[in-house]
C-alpha cells in the first residue's frame, strides 16, 4: 500500500514546494495539467492566459516548445525558452523558463513515468535584449550583467590578455584563471568537468555547473557558459566565460530532491536513489568492466526492540546504524535505508572480494558496542549479505536479489554475520521457499496433527503426562516429523501458526479425554521464541484454558535454553513467572544444547528439567547426565530423560538418580485415538 501511494505523495509534496517556493516556479502533471504556481508566478503574471487546472499546452505559441513539452515528459528531456511578458502600463518583460522533469522510482533501479513537470521563470529582461546584441556584435553590455549579476570573464587566446567584466566582485575573485580553467573548479567535480572539457568544440557553446574551489570552505555553485570564437584564419581567437551564482537555485532543487530521494529519518539515501545509483554501477559494469559489489543489512530481532524498549528506542538505533555505515564505509559507497530495518550499500571501483568484505568486518566491529538511550544500555547485531560482480558474462542486474539470497543464509545460519553469496545457495533457498509455501497450504488443508508420546516416572512405574508433538500428515509423503518441515519453525509467521494450532489442538483434546474419564496426567506443549514476542501469552494462555474448562494443572509448556536466554528474556520469565503462579508447570526442554549458563536456573521458575537425548544416547556422556541429574534435584526440580530407548539406559538413569523419562523404550508417539488404550494397557 505504501509503495502504490508513493508517487501521489511525491505529487503532494512537489506541489506544497512550488505554492511556497520564494521565486517564480509552477508545477505541471503528466497530463498537461497546471497544478500549482508560487506567489511570485501568480504575481509578475509569468504567463497570464492559464489557470490552475488548464492544459500548459495552450500557453505554447511555438509547435516547436509543445514538442519539446511533451519530449520532457515522456523521456524527461529538460529545456527552456524565453517569453516576452506585457503587463499594462510599463515596457514588456522578458522571462526565461526552464522546464524540468521529476521521475518516480521504477522496477529493477530504472526511473519509472515523469510525475510532474517544474518550470521556474526568472526575469531577464534588463540582460537579455542586450546579451542577445551582444552575440551579434560582440559589444561589452556591463549594466545588464550587473543587473542579472553575471560576470563575464574573456581570453584573447593569441596575446593573452585578459578582461573581466567587473560586474560580480565576488565571483571575479574565484573565477579567474589562465591556462588551465580546472584549476577554479572544487577537486571533487574536477574529474566529471575534465571529461566536458576535452569534448567541446570549437565554436560551440558549451554550460558548465561545478562548485567553485574556494579556500574559505564556503559552497558555491556556479552556472559557466563558454565558447571558443574563432578569427577569419578559423582558429581559435577568444575565449569567453560567462559566469553566475546558482547556488540559491541548486539549494531549492536539492530541497525538492531531498522529497524524493532522502529518508527523513536518517537522512540516508531512499530505495528510489539507491535504485538509481545501481542502475549506474550496472552501466559503468558493462561499458568499462568496472567491478562492483553490493552489501545488504538487516538488524537482528529489530521487532522485538521495538516491542520491548518502543519505537523511540528503534529510531535510535536505526539513527545510530547509519551513523555506523557511514564510518565504516568510504565517502563514495553509496549508503541507503531502504525501508524499515533494511540497509544497502553500493562499493564501486573494487580490485576484489577482499576490498568489499574489508568494511564489513569494521561494521560488526562497531556494532559490539552497546547503545545508549533513555538511560538504558542496549546491544544490538545485523544480519549481512553480501554480493560481487565479478563474471563480466554474468547479468549484474540479479546482484540484487543474490544479495538477498546471502542476506537469508546469514539469518538461517544464526544472524550476527556476514555471508557472500555463492550461487549454490540459490537452489538451496529455492527449496526452502517450495517447502514453506507448502506448509501454508497444508495448514489451510488441516494437514498438521498433534501426536503423544507417554512421560514415565520411574519410581511408580506410572505415566505421569504426554508430551504433545507435531506431526505432517502429508498426502503423498505419509506422516512426517518435524525435521523434515524445521524451516517452517524458523519463519516468525508461520512458527506463531504451527504454535497456535497445536496450543488450540492440545487443549481441545485434553477437554475430549477429561469428558471420556481419560486419566492422561499432564500434556506438555512446546512454546516457541515467536509466540512471546506478543507480550501478551500469559494472559492468552490462561484465556484458553479457561474456554476450554482445562485446569491449569494440567498443562505443562516446555521452552528451550535459547528461548530463555535469547532476545526479550525478561520478557520470557516474566510471562513464565505468571503461568507458573497459576499453577502451570514449567519444563526447561533440550537441557545442555544451547547457552544457559547454571546460575541462569536460578533465575526462572523451572519444574522439569529435560535432558536432550543426545547426551542419554552417548554413553561417553555419562558424567553429563549424571550432573544434571544432581544438578536438578540439588534446585529442587523434577528430572526428564529424553530418548530412552532400551533398558540398559533405563536402569542406568534409575541408578543416577532420574526422576522421568520418554522415548522409544515404551512408545513412540501416537495418535491421540490410541492414547487411552495404551494407558489401559500399559504396566500389565
Known amino acids: 500500500m505504501r509503495d502504490a501511494q508513493a508517487p501521489h505523495l511525491m505529487m503532494d509534496a512537489f506541489e506544497t514546494f512550488v505554492r511556497h517556493a520564494p521565486f517564480a516556479a509552477a508545477l505541471v502533471d503528466s497530463a498537461f495539467r497546471l497544478t500549482a504556481v508560487s506567489p511570485d508566478w501568480a504575481a509578475h503574471g509569468v504567463i497570464p492566459d492559464i489557470e490552475i487546472g488548464d492544459d500548459f499546452r495552450r500557453a505554447l505559441v511555438n509547435p516547436e516548445d509543445i514538442d519539446r513539452l511533451e519530449r520532457c515528459v515522456a523521456f524527461g528531456e529538460a529545456f527552456s525558452r524565453y517569453r516576452s511578458v506585457s503587463v499594462a502600463g510599463a515596457a514588456p518583460r522578458i522571462w526565461r523558463t526552464e522546464f524540468a522533469a521529476t521521475r518516480a522510482p521504477g522496477e529493477a533501479g530504472e526511473l519509472g513515468r515523469t510525475l510532474a513537470v517544474i518550470v521556474t521563470a526568472r526575469d531577464v529582461s534588463g540582460f537579455a535584449e542586450t546579451a542577445l546584441k551582444a552575440e551579434r556584435d560582440q559589444q561589452r553590455l556591463k549594466m545588464a550583467l550587473e543587473l542579472d549579476d553575471l560576470m563575464v570573464r574573456e581570453y584573447d587566446l593569441r596575446t593573452g590578455e585578459i578582461y573581466c567584466s567587473n560586474t560580480s566582485p565576488e565571483l571575479e575573485k574565484w573565477c579567474m584563471f589562465k591556462d588551465d580553467p580546472l584549476e577554479i573548479v572544487h577537486p571533487d567535480d574536477r574529474e566529471r568537468m575534465a571529461e566536458l572539457v576535452r569534448n567541446r568544440k570549437d565554436g560551440e557553446a558549451q554550460v558548465f555547473e561545478f562548485r567553485l574551489n574556494r579556500d574559505d570552505g564556503v559552497e558555491t555553485w556556479v552556472r559557466s557558459v563558454g565558447k571558443k570564437f574563432l578569427g577569419a584564419d578559423g582558429k581559435p581567437e577568444r575565449l569567453v566565460n560567462l559566469f553566475k551564482d546558482i547556488t540559491d537555485r541548486r539549494r531549492q532543487t536539492e530541497a525538492v530532491e531531498n522529497l524524493a530521494f532522502r529518508d527523513p529519518l536518517t537522512g540516508l539515501p531512499n530505495r528510489a536513489y539507491f535504485q538509481r545509483k545501481f542502475q549506474e554501477a550496472v552501466d559503468a559494469s558493462e561499458l568499462m568492466g568496472e567491478l562492483f559489489g553490493l552489501i545488504m543489512i538487516d538488524v537482528d530481532h529489530f521487532k522485538d526492540i521495538n516491542d520491548t524498549l518502543g519505537h523511540d528506542a528503534g529510531d535510535a538505533l536505526l539513527k545510530r546504524l547509519s551513523e555506523m555505515l557511514h564510518a565504516a564505509f568510504r565517502a563514495g559507497d553509496t549508503v541507503a535505508r531502504l525501508g524499515g530495518d533494511e540497509f544497502a550499500v553500493i ?86 521457499i517450495e517447502l514453506l509455501r507448502d506448509v501454508r497450504a497444508a495448514i489451510t488443508a488441516k494437514e498438521f496433527v498433534l501426536y503423544y508420546q507417554p512421560v514415565v516416572d520411574i519410581d511408580s512405574h506410572t505415566v505421569v503426562g504426554f508430551e504433545a508433538l507435531m506431526r505432517w500428515d502429508h498426502p503423498e509423503q505419509g506422516v512426517l516429523t518435524p525435521d523434515r518441515f524445521m524451516a517452517a519453525f524458523e519463519d516468525q509467521d508461520l512458527s506463531l501458526k504451527l504454535g497456535d494450532l497445536a496450543f488450540e489442538s492440545a487443549l481441545k483434546q485434553m477437554r475430549d479425554w477429561m469428558d471420556a474419564g481419560v486419566e492422561f496426567g499432564r500434556v506438555a506443549v512446546n512454546i516457541s521464541a515467536a509466540q512471546f514476542r506478543s507480550g501478551q501469552l500469559a494472559e492468552e494462555v490462561q484465556a484458553r484454558l479457561a474456554r476450554w474448562n482445562v485446569p491449569c494443572d494440567r498443562l505443562t509448556i516446555e521452552v528451550t535454553e535459547n528461548v530463555y536466554m535469547g532476545w526479550g528474556s525478561e520478557m520470557v520469565s516474566d510471562t513464565v513467572r505468571q ?106
Not at 542496549?378 to 554480493?387: D, E, H, N, R, Y
Open 347 to 432: 562499493l564501486r571501483g573494487l580490485h576484489s572480494e577482499a576490498d568489499m568484505m574489508r568494511p564489513v568486518s569494521a561494521l560488526q566491529e562497531l556494532l559490539r558496542r552497546p547503545i545508549e538511550h533513555g538511560g538504558r544500555s542496549f546491544s544490538v547485531s545485523a544480519s549481512i549479505g553480501a554480493a560481487l560482480h565479478g563474471d563480466l558474462d554474468a547479468d549484474p542486474s540479479h546482484m540484487i536479489k543474490n544479495a538477498d539470497i546471502a542476506l537469508y543464509r546469514a539469518k538461517d545460519e544464526g544472524r550476527n554475520r556476514s555471508v557472500v553469496f555463492d550461487p549454490s545457495m540459490r537452489s538451496a533457498l529455492e527449496q526452502r
Open 579 to 684: 503461568l507458573h503462579t497459576a499453577g502451570v508447570m514449567i519444563a526447561l526442554d533440550d537441557f545442555g544444547t544451547g547457552y544457559a549458563s547454571l546460575a541462569n536456573l536460578r533465575q526462572f521458575p523451572i519444574d522439569r528439567l529435560k535432558i536432550d537425548k543426545s547426551f542419554v544416547q552417548n554413553v561417553e556422556d555419562a558424567a553429563i547426565v549424571k550432573a544434571v541429574i544432581t544438578l536438578g534435584s540439588s534446585m529442587g526440580m523434577k528430572v526428564v530423560a529424553e530418548g530412552v530407548e532400551d533398558q540398559s539406559q533405563l536402569d542406568a538413569l534409575a541408578g543416577y538418580g532420574c526422576d522421568q523419562i520418554q522415548g522409544y523404550h515404551f512408545s513412540r508417539p501416537m495418535p491421540a485415538g490410541m492414547v487411552p488404550e495404551y494407558l489401559r494397557g500399559f504396566g500389565r
